[in-house]
């Protein structure tokens, strides 16, 4: 790709980790565009008895963690999406050339900083030593609102005029709610979930709820890239929107007295997932048309959130696929 620098030239390379490193003078308007000075002085260096909690320093540090997405997948998967902003790029030396050449090339797409950083360093702004060489500073993540879904579900007309093809066949539109979810690992597995139904949006409020983080990111395998996340600062007023267009409200509780197996669930639904410490808010349940179980045959009694997810939002498809 012409004005990419061949990977036989030097890359700026940070090997002093309390310092800004000393870098080569930049061969060309490329380079002065792509690569940033590695002056790392606003980055505190991790000591190996430092606590990351307590105090405005471990705050501090802790924040600067969350901004980490590291892994090969994860990164080149979110460069490619071009979806969520990226502010920087660190990557080791030693990754096969093939990888940091497609890196370049994202990156300069993008007009990206990059910089060349030893595994050490990687493992001091990140705080983790499974970074695999690369790591991506990222930003806020582009959420829609609910002024957006309700333009989605106005331009649809209503909710029998809303069609989506997953492979060869068309079924009818599925939404999930989380309704105050807090572990990051959970989110990030509901979302794989809905990805793998072809679920046309996620809805979630702005209290008491995990936003789409890098540990989000990698927990949902890459696809809050490729998935439609609206977020509202009322969850409520998102449940009258899908009624007034004529969706199904399913409430998923172990306490209902109706069995998943026993639900009718052909036509368009939102499936509402409560948080695993305070289930669903009593004001959503009063907006659900259903409240259902999944039956459990065994000695345990529950379902962490992102299972009794994956369950459910199959058991929608496969009743939606069979519907005429």
Request: aromatic share 6%.
């Amino acid at each position: 790709m012409a004005g990419i620098p061949a990977l036989n030239e030097s890359w700026p390379v940070a090997t002093d980790y309390r310092r800004p490193a000393t870098i080569r003078p930049l061969s060309n308007q490329f380079e002065k565009s792509l690569f940033i000075s590695a002056d790392f002085s606003g980055i505190p260096p991790v000591s190996p008895n430092r606590s990351h909690s307590g105090g405005r320093a471990g705050d501090y540090a802790a924040s600067h963690q969350r901004s980490w997405l590291r892994g090969h997948h994860a990164v080149l998967e979110t460069l490619t999406a071009g979806r969520w902003p990226v502010i920087e790029l660190f990557a080791d030396p030693q990754l096969p050339p093939d990888v940091l050449q497609r890196v370049r090339v994202l990156a300069a797409q993008q007009q990206i900083p990059v910089q060349l950083a030893e595994s050490r360093r990687l493992e001091q702004l990140c705080r983790h030593s499974d970074h695999q060489g690369l790591l991506a500073r990222m930003g806020e993540f582009p959420w829609e609102s609910l002024t957006d879904l309700a333009a989605l579900l106005s331009v649809a007309g209503s909710a029998q005029g809303v069609k989506v093809t997953t492979g060869s066949q068309r079924t009818a539109p599925l939404f999930v709610l989380c309704d105050r979810l807090q572990d990051a690992h959970n989110f990030g597995a509901i979302l794989r979930c809905c990805d793998a139904v072809h679920v046309d949006g996620i809805v979630t409020g702005e209290r008491e709820q995990v936003s789409v983080t890098p540990h989000v990111a990698r927990a949902s395998s890459g696809a809050v890239n490729h998935l439609r996340l609206f977020r509202g600062s009322s969850t409520t007023e998102a449940l009258r929107l899908f009624r007034a267009a004529g969706y199904q409200v399913l409430a998923a509780s172990e306490k209902a007295s109706t069995q998943l197996w026993q639900a009718s669930l052909q036509g368009p639904q939102v499936l509402v997932i409560g948080s695993e410490a305070h289930g669903i808010a009593q004001e959503l349940l009063e907006l659900c048309h259903l409240r259902i179980a999944i039956p459990m045959l065994g000695r345990v009694s529950s379902l962490n959130a992102a299972v009794a997810a994956g369950i459910l939002l199959y058991e929608c498809r496969r009743q939606q696929a069979l519907a005429p």
